[in-house]
Nanobody, 124 residues
């Protein structure tokens, strides 16, 4: 069974930083396409980062480009999302999701494996 567990959320002032973690189960990060998503109540579920480690590709949404950076630790089977220069509009529940790399090359809301999420609150 594939499990994803996020951590690292919290309360931060605007302009501050947080680092989120997405820990996967026993499978290698190269086995998946992994996405970071965020959800604000009443707004659309937004894909902000899509990672395909086997191809060495990372795609960022315009809303976070230049401020958020993703990295991977294969030894820990963990993907990190470094969020800098946070803004109040970044307040959301953040979660990671994944699908087998043989099944997809894109990050979509329908990815079958999804963590429960971690809350990020940015105060202005």
């Amino acid at each position: 069974e594939v499990q994803l567990v996020e951590s690292g959320g919290g309360l931060v002032q605007a302009g501050g930083s947080l680092r989120l973690s997405c820990a996967t189960s026993k499978f290698s990060l190269d086995d998946f396409v992994i996405g970071w998503f965020r959800q604000v109540p009443g707004k659309e579920h937004e894909a902000i980062v899509c990672i395909n480690n086997s191809k060495g590709s990372v795609a960022y949404a315009d809303s976070v480009k230049g401020r958020f950076t993703v990295s991977s630790d294969y030894a820990k089977n963990t993907v990190y999302l470094q969020m800098n220069n946070l803004k109040s509009e970044d307040t959301a529940v953040y979660h990671c999701a994944a699908d087998w790399i043989v099944a997809t090359s894109a990050c979509t809301s329908g990815m079958p494996f999804r963590g429960k999420g971690t809350m990020v609150i940015v105060s202005s």
